[in-house]
């Protein structure tokens, strides 16, 4: 196990919190290779897929995160194509690597894909039983949408980035069809539960 990576502030914080997988997939990229913010967030939604809500004012909000814990650090440079001027590119430190060690080891909470759901159920009424069929009618079709998106390939990856792409698709997939059959069966037990009290 790789020692404990710290920030200025004495404490690891980056690796907690909400964001703290895409901080860590962000170290990732710029590991591969040192890009500005809007090359990152493009990257960032490609390697991760359409599942993701990737917003490239977000990505810039996290990379300044880990320049502040010391993981990242913004460099001016003049552009590479023929626009003149200057941008911002961050490049990793004597740290990141360690730091995106310490993060694909570390298990992080679990998070639910259905939570805005779990507070409606939580709190509706009976009477609010067309709005909530209505918001699990919608979610089942996102849930569709996005499984047909990340079906897994059939054939054996020919490169590392393919085995990994592959691997990340196949457990959104899984994940898909388990929301999928927990919206099925809520429908149906909603629907019983209607049928019984008319």
């Known amino acids: 196990m790789v020692g404990a990576v710290r920030s200025k502030s004495g404490t690891a914080k ?13 170290l990732g990229l710029v590991l591969e290779r040192p890009s500005h913010g809007g090359e990152l967030a493009n990257r960032l939604a490609t390697r991760l897929g359409e599942t993701w809500r990737i917003d490239s004012n977000d990505v810039y909000r996290l990379l300044q995160n880990l320049q502040d814990e010391g993981l990242v ?29 310490r993060w ?16 409606k159920l939580a709190v509706a009424r009976e009477q609010d039983v067309p709005g909530l069929r209505s918001a699990l009618m919608q979610h089942k079709r996102e849930c569709l949408m996005l499984a047909t998106l990340m079906c897994p390939g059939d054939g054996e990856p020919g490169s590392w980035g393919a085995l990994f792409m592959d691997c990340t698709r196949d457990g959104i997939h899984q994940m898909l069809q388990t929301e999928l059959d927990w919206v099925n069966r809520t429908l149906r037990r909603i629907d019983e539960y209607a049928a019984q009290r008319s």
Do not use: C, M, N
Request: hydrophobic share 35%.
């Open 14 to 26: 980056w690796i907690r919190g909400r964001s703290a997988h895409l901080r860590g997939a962000l």
């Open 73 to 101: 650090q913004a460099r001016e440079e003049p552009r590479r194509d023929k626009r003149l001027g200057t941008r911002i590119v961050y490049h990793p430190t004597e740290q990141t690597s360690a730091a995106l060690t």
């Open 104 to 119: 694909v080891e570390t298990l992080l909470p679990r998070e639910t894909f259905r939570l805005g759901l779990h507070a």
